[in-house]
């Protein structure tokens, strides 16, 4: 098993699809950006604000069993995050190619 190998890249077309296909809760949306991106830059409704840096004190927050989907603003931090939980145990991991910067999807901007 090799970490680079085993997560998968999805597009944001891939993403809209598994959101519309996917029973509920059969995945979890791990937006890693800062909070100040979270709600000026807009987000996925169904993600969960994880920032980067917070990861290693709440990783035992997310359902290991469930796929994982992370996404950032370009797909650089949630690939680092998703190779962090890969080493952490993880293995149904996706990150989102070129992050939120690429979504075409819904995406709520806070008020």
Not at 91 to 105: D, F, K, P
Request: hydrophobic share 35%; proline share 4%; with cysteine.
């Amino acid at each position: 098993m090799n970490s680079l190998t085993d997560i998968q890249q999805l597009s944001s077309n891939d993403l809209e699809t598994l959101i519309q296909k996917e029973e509920a809760g059969s995945f979890q949306i791990l937006d890693v950006r800062t909070p100040q991106e979270h709600h000026y830059l807009g987000y996925i409704p169904q993600a969960i604000l994880m920032p980067l840096h917070t990861l290693p004190e709440r990783q035992g927050e997310l359902d290991r069993n469930k796929t994982t989907v992370l996404v950032c603003e370009h797909g650089v931090r949630s690939m680092d995050a998703s190779l962090y939980l890969w080493h952490l145990g993880f293995r149904n991991l996706a990150n989102l190619t070129h992050g939120m910067a690429a979504w075409t999807g819904i995406r709520v901007h806070s008020s």
